[in-house]
RNA sequence: GGGGUAGUAGCUCAGUUUGGUUAGAGCGCCGGCCUGUCACGCCGGAGGCCGCGAGUUCGAGUCUCGUCUAUCCCGCCA
């Protein structure tokens, strides 16, 4: 019997037809007299009535009928009384009377309810390592459908824009600068490895080389980091490259692919050009340099104010090129003991000395470790640039520029999170704030390694007007870098890219001081290559997981990603990683320094 | 590597504050009844290494220490 119809497409006009339908059982309903089966599959739900009057061989089976069991069922499509109908199902004007049935395969009991609701509060582990019956439950497979739309719509409009998709190697070489990698021994090769592709970035800039112009790809990117609820070890990235532009160019083309998936999947028209921010007004504002914008809580700069206090913590700050950053959080003076400390805490822990703070309560005058030390200028000052009123708490950081901004910028959030909680603060989820962060500093000195190290990747162009500062001085040059931010997320990012043999030799040596053997060792092809006409280029990089877990209104990307991993990088479904024999680590000239197998 | 949260029946949880009789509920499961349900209803039943291991105690689901797993966060993510 091949199936005439899925489970959600029977509406009144297939009412007098005969239908027959394959699907998993999702419910049983036995009267005794009468008995209903809703039959899913992948497109909907059917209600099947069973009527052991009708014929003793369907009597005969019908306790066979239990949920998880896969059926084909033929049946005439039959109209439902008035008050028989079901609003709820989108078939739920018709029912299909079953005239015969075989069970293809029974289902023993699941080991967790296969429905949205209730499978929503089963333990994530145990739907991983049933992956194969969560993602049964139609809102999971409503989210693969969803990602492949995602996917097709992406393909499309770079097909359209003139983009190819080239496939490139994963098998790539360890760039140890990079994120931590995912080693591969080479078998043919003995003592050698590969590493998996943590990005196809190198690939991608030979392609311009090769004259591609325009290329694309969903790429598989691997980074051995630990996990958090937007990172997986393997993931998935809308990777392009393009030649002969500018930035304009790129934001352009990002945008209509934005403004197509939000259109595509959610119906949201959204309003081009996005905003830009510059990586200082960011973190001056924010405190980050991916900020979500959706509530306010600024950080403001008190430099001003604070020159030349009594208060020597701020004073001596300023006077060695640091900066005192306050913000306000509006209503949280109520903040709890416990609260403060976890703050507190976390700021330290982010390098701050402590975290002073001002609490405004009510029907109190203010609250303060650091007060006392403030002038009657300063104190009044300080109430009109933070606005402070009855019922506020204001937070103060001392320190570097940087340091000073991200971690009122952390505070920002928490102290949201706090608000959100009390109910004092909302954020519309109608809202779809999308905008690029650009001029971001090309590098950044690295106190561990004592030296400069890239900020994006060492293949970023300076700005033009930047570029005298590589020799100048080399902090202050800013980047032809981009990325585009989403309600508090990073999306992507990318760069126009050095196409000259002789700047990105520079910044290796000069900037990086890399050792030359490194550069050669690691790069030498890619400078060689620029020496070959290679154009002027530049790409982008987007987090596909991340895309499609914002249009699945999801709080993890595990959910939108099929066999996602966990925390500690294994599939609990499969089991991997797991052990391998003694021989396989031998043929790849391997040994293992783990003498007792670690029990799972 | 560090900090927080959680782990009790197949699932979701209560019980832990203040140690004390036989560890409960809802759903699911099994059996019976029921001809219009769609969270069907009614009757009956089975089901527990209270994550694991030590310790304190006359006595531990409950207190202490350790450990495992998941998750959130910090570090990390060119």
Not at 40 to 52: A, H, I, K, L, S
Not at 364 to 386: H, T, V
Not at 560 to 569: D, L, N, S, Y
Request: charged share 30%; glycine share 8%.
């Amino acid at each position: 019997m091949k199936r005439t119809h899925h489970c959600g497409e029977l509406r009144r006009s297939d009412i007098g037809s005969t239908a027959i339908l394959n699907g998993w059982i999702d419910s049983v309903r036995d009267h005794g007299g009468v008995l209903f089966v809703d039959l899913r599959d992948r497109e909907g739900v059917t209600q099947v009535v069973f009527n052991p009057h009708r014929s003793d061989a369907i009597s005969q089976t019908l306790h066979q009928l239990k949920p998880e069991s896969v059926i084909v069922v033929k049946g005439s499509v039959t109209e439902r009384e008035n008050d028989a109908i079901n609003p709820r199902l989108a078939t739920g004007e018709v029912e299909v009377h079953a005239e015969s049935w075989t069970m293809l395969n029974t289902s023993q009991t699941p080991p967790f309810p296969i429905e949205d609701l209730k499978g929503d509060r089963v333990n994530e582990d145990l739907r991983l390592t049933y992956r194969y019956l969560d993602l049964r439950r139609p809102k999971n497979l409503a989210v693969l459908k969803r990602r492949h739309r995602a996917c097709k719509i992406i393909r499309d409009y770079m097909d359209e824009e003139g983009f190819i998709e080239v496939e490139t190697p994963m098998l790539f070489k360890s760039t140890p600068e990079g994120a931590r990698e995912y080693l591969v021994p080479s078998r043919v090769n003995p003592g050698e490895f590969y590493a998996l592709a943590q990005s196809p970035q190198q690939f991608k800039q030979m392609l311009m080389v090769a004259g591609v112009e325009r290329y694309f790809q969903l790429a598989r990117c691997f980074r051995d980091e630990d996990g958090r609820a937007d990172r997986q070890p393997e993931f998935t990235q809308v990777d392009l490259e393009m030649s002969f532009i500018d930035r304009e160019d790129m934001y352009a083309l990002i945008e209509g692919m934005m403004q197509r998936l939000w259109k595509g999947l959610l119906d949201v028209d959204l309003d081009l050009p996005f905003e830009r921010l510059s990586y200082e007004d960011a973190m001056n504002n924010y405190g980050s340099d991916r900020p979500d914008r959706r509530f306010g809580l600024k950080l403001a700069d008190l430099n001003d104010i604070f020159k030349g206090s009594h208060f020597n913590v701020f004073n001596r700050v300023i006077e060695s090129g640091g900066h005192v950053k306050a913000i306000n959080a509006k209503g949280l003076s109520d903040i709890t003991e416990g609260e403060l400390k976890y703050l507190t805490d976390m700021a330290t822990a982010m390098g701050a000395k402590g975290l002073a703070f001002i609490r405004a309560r009510k029907n109190g005058p203010w609250k303060s470790p650091i007060l006392k030390f403030f002038s009657d200028a300063e104190i009044a000052a300080l109430r009109e640039r933070m606005e402070i009123e009855e019922g506020d708490l204001v937070f103060f950081m001392a320190a570097g520029w940087e340091r000073a901004c991200s971690i009122l910028g952390k505070v920002r959030l928490e102290a949201a999170e706090l608000l959100r909680k009390r109910g004092k603060l909302a954020i519309d989820p109608s809202v779809w704030d999308f905008f690029w962060v650009i001029e971001f500093p090309l590098m950044v000195f690295d106190d561990e390694a004592d030296r400069f190290v890239s900020a994006h990747h060492p293949f970023t162009a300076p700005l033009v007007e930047d570029r005298h500062l590589l020799d100048e001085d080399p902090k202050l040059a800013r980047g032809q870098h981009y990325d585009l931010v989403l309600n508090g997320m990073e999306l992507g990012g990318g760069s126009i890219r050095i196409h000259q043999p002789d700047l990105q030799q520079k910044v290796f040596e000069e900037v990086l001081q890399l050792p030359k053997e490194v550069i050669e060792d690691r790069f030498g092809y890619m400078v060689n290559a620029f020496r070959y006409g290679a154009p002027p280029h530049g790409g982008i990089a987007l987090g596909l997981d991340r895309i499609v877990g914002l249009l699945c209104g999801t709080g993890s990307i595990r959910d939108v990603i099929a066999f996602p991993k966990t925390q500690r990088g294994q599939c609990l479904m499969s089991s991997s990683p797991g052990p391998v024999t003694e021989k396989q680590l031998r043929d790849l000239h391997i040994r293992s320094r783990v003498v007792e197998k670690p029990r799972r």
